[in-house]
C-alpha cells in the first residue's frame, strides 16, 4: 500500500487531525487539502520518483504536500528551515529537486537560494477549488520505492541524506504504534519540526492511528508550548534532551499540573539519568517511554517500558518490535555483560542506505545490519546502557574517557542547565577534558564551584582541564549539541 493512503486509512472524516493555535483542522479537511496539493503536483507535470522539495514550519501544508508527494510516488524531500541561504543552496544542489512546496514565509526568506528552474508550489494552493478526488488517484507501486530523502545532522560537511522507503515507514510506524499502544483517543504536542525523523514518526504514528497532532512551531518560549498543552488537553509529548532539560530547570514545567498527559516520549540523545529522575517525579502519574534511534532506521530501534523505568534507569531498553539489537565487539563477537561494544541494528525500519554515497553506505549498512557508531554495554537481562558515541571519547593519557559520563555528573548541580564535554590538544596527556555548560537565570553558581563538585565525584583523570559557563550551546537543525562548534570554539 502506499504510504500517503496507509496513513489516512483509520482517520474518520470529521475527526480533528491538526491543532494550531489559530486553527483546527478535521481528516476530512486534510484529505481535501492533500488532494489539492496532488492536483497542484500532477498539473505541473511531476511523476513518480522526481524528488519533491518541503520547506516550512509546521503545518497543514507541510502535511499535506508532504502526503500528496507520498502518494504520486514522488520523493518527499524535507529541508530545515533554520538552514542559512548557503546551506539550503548546498543541500538543494546536492538533491537536485524538481520541484519544492515552500510557505510564502519561506519563499521571501529563501528564494535566492534556489535554482531559477525548480517549481515553487506555495500554500496559496489550499486555497484553491482545484483538486482531484484523492481515493480515486492510484498508481502502480512498489513498497521498496524511496519515500523520503531525509537530511541528517551528521559532522560532514558535505550534506548526507538518508533514503527512507515506504516499507520502511511502515514497518517502524506500526512497531511505534504497537509498544506505544496509540489510538485515537491521543492529543499529540509536537514541538519537534517534521523535517527532523523524530518529528516525522510522530506524523506517522499519530496519522495511522487516527489521532490528533497539536502544532506548537516555537519553543524559544517553553511556556508557550505549557500552556498549549494545557488548552488543547495534549495527551502527548515528545522531545530531545535539550527539550527535557529546558522544561525542567528553566521554565513552570515542574510547578504545572499537566494531568492530561499520559505518555510522554525522549529520544535524540541520552537524557542523563538526574533529568530522567526529575521528569519522574514532575509527572508521577505519566508513562514515560525513554527511546533511541537514529535517522538510518526511519526513527526507532529500541525502548525501556515505563514500568522498568526505577529499576533500568540510563537503560534505552530492548529492539522494538520487528527490531534485533545486538551490542558487538571489535573482533565480531557479542559482548557479554560489562562489555563495551557498538551496537548493530537489523530491521524492515532499516534504510537501504545514503543517497549518492556508495562507498559512506557499505561503511555503514553491512550485511543487512546498520552499524549505528554507537558505544554500549549490557546487563545480566539483555538489556543495553549506551556509553557514549565513537566519535565523543576522549582520549586522556591513553584512557577513554565518557563525555556523556562527565557531562551526568556536572547536570546532578541543579544550577546547570546542560553540558557538553569535549577533549582539546594536551602537550602532556594528549587530550584535555573542557565542558561547557548553561546555567538557570539568576544562578550564581561558578566554574570553580562546577570543578569542585567534579573532583569529589570523578576520578582523577576524568576531571575536566577546565569548565567554561556559557550563554548557550550551539544545537543542530534538531535541538541537538554540535560538538564540533565547540571543538573549534
Not at 508521577?284 to 517511554?289: K, N
Not at 591513553?398 to 577533549?423: D, F, K, N
Request: negative net charge; glycine residues 6%.
Amino acid at each position: 500500500m502506499n504510504t500517503a493512503d496507509y496513513l489516512l486509512q483509520v482517520g474518520e472524516d470529521g475527526h480533528q487531525a491538526i491543532l494550531t493555535r489559530e486553527n483546527s483542522y478535521t481528516y476530512g479537511e486534510l484529505r481535501e487539502a492533500c488532494a489539492r496539493l496532488l492536483y497542484s503536483l500532477l498539473n505541473m507535470g511531476i511523476e513518480p520518483g522526481d524528488r519533491i522539495g518541503i520547506l516550512g514550519e509546521n503545518s497543514l501544508f507541510w502535511v499535506a504536500s508532504y502526503l500528496a508527494i507520498l502518494k504520486l510516488g514522488a520523493v518527499a524531500v524535507p529541508f530545515p528551515t533554520v538552514s542559512t541561504l548557503e546551506d539550503l543552496r548546498r543541500k538543494e544542489r546536492f538533491i537536485r529537486c524538481n520541484a519544492i512546496c515552500i510557505g510564502k514565509r519561506f519563499q521571501r526568506k529563501f528564494s535566492s537560494a534556489l535554482d531559477q528552474d525548480i517549481v515553487q508550489i506555495s500554500d496559496d494552493v489550499l486555497d484553491s477549488q482545484d483538486s482531484i478526488r484523492w481515493d480515486d488517484f492510484h498508481t502502480e507501486f512498489d513498497i521498496h520505492r524511496d519515500a523520503a530523502l531525509m537530511l541528517t545532522s551528521g559532522t560532514t560537511a558535505r550534506p548526507r541524506a538518508v533514503r527512507i522507503t515506504h516499507r520502511n515507514i511502515q514497518a517502524n510506524t506500526d512497531s511505534i504504534i504497537e509498544y506505544l499502544k496509540l489510538d485515537s483517543d491521543e492529543k499529540m504536542l509536537v514541538v519537534l519540526p517534521f523535517y527532523y525523523c523524530f518529528g516525522t514518526s510522530l506524523l506517522h504514528t499519530h496519522l495511522r492511528a487516527g489521532a490528533s497532532l497539536v502544532l506548537c512551531n516555537t519553543f524559544a518560549y517553553p511556556e508557550t508550548a505549557l500552556n498549549m498543552i494545557e488548552s488543547s488537553q495534549s495527551t502527548g509529548l515528545a522531545g530531545v534532551p535539550s527539550t527535557y532539560m529546558t522544561l525542567l530547570r528553566n521554565s513552570s514545567f515542574p510547578r504545572r499540573n499537566l494531568k492530561t498527559l499520559r505518555k510522554v516520549q525522549q529520544a535524540g540523545g541520552k537524557l542523563p539519568v538526574v533529568f530522567i529522575e526529575e521528569l519522574m517525579a514532575v509527572l508521577p502519574e505519566t508513562q514515560i517511554f525513554v527511546m533511541y534511534g537514529q535517522t538510518e532506521a526511519t526513527a526507532r530501534l529500541s525502548y525501556l517500558p515505563p514500568e522498568l523505568l526505577k529499576s533500568k534507569i540510563g537503560s534505552i531498553g530492548c529492539g522494538i518490535p520487528g527490531v534485533e539489537l545486538k551490542v558487538i565487539k571489535e573482533d565480531g563477537t557479542p559482548v557479554k555483560p560489562g562489555e563495551i561494544g557498538e551496537i548493530y541494528a537489523w530491521g524492515d525500519n532499516i534504510s537501504p542506505g545514503y543517497f549518492n554515497e556508495t562507498k559512506a553506505s557499505a561503511e555503514k549498512f553491512i550485511a543487512g545490519a546498520l552499524h549505528t557508531g554507537d558505544l554500549a554495554t549490557l546487563d545480566d537481562e539483555g538489556f543495553i546502557y549506551i556509553v557514549d558515541r565513537k566519535s565523543d571519547f576522549i582520549k586522556v593519557a591513553g584512557r577513554r574517557v565518557s563525555s556523556q559520563e562527565i557531562e551526568a555528573v556536572i547536570l546532578e548541580r541543579p544550577e546547570v542547565v546542560s553540558a557538553a564535554a569535549i577533549g582539546v590538544p594536551d602537550q602532556v596527556q594528549g587530550e584535555a577534558i573542557k565542558v561547557f555548560v548553561t546555567i538557570k537565570k539568576g544562578s550564581l553558581i561558578t566554574s570553580d564551584e562546577l570543578l569542585n563538585h567534579c573532583k569529589m565525584k570523578l576520578v582523577r583523570y576524568m576531571v575536566p582541564k577546565e569548565i567554561v559557563i556559557i550563554d548557550r550551546l550551539p544545537l543542530n537543525a534538531h535541538g541537538k549539541v554540535v560538538k564540533s562548534e565547540l571543538r573549534q570554539l
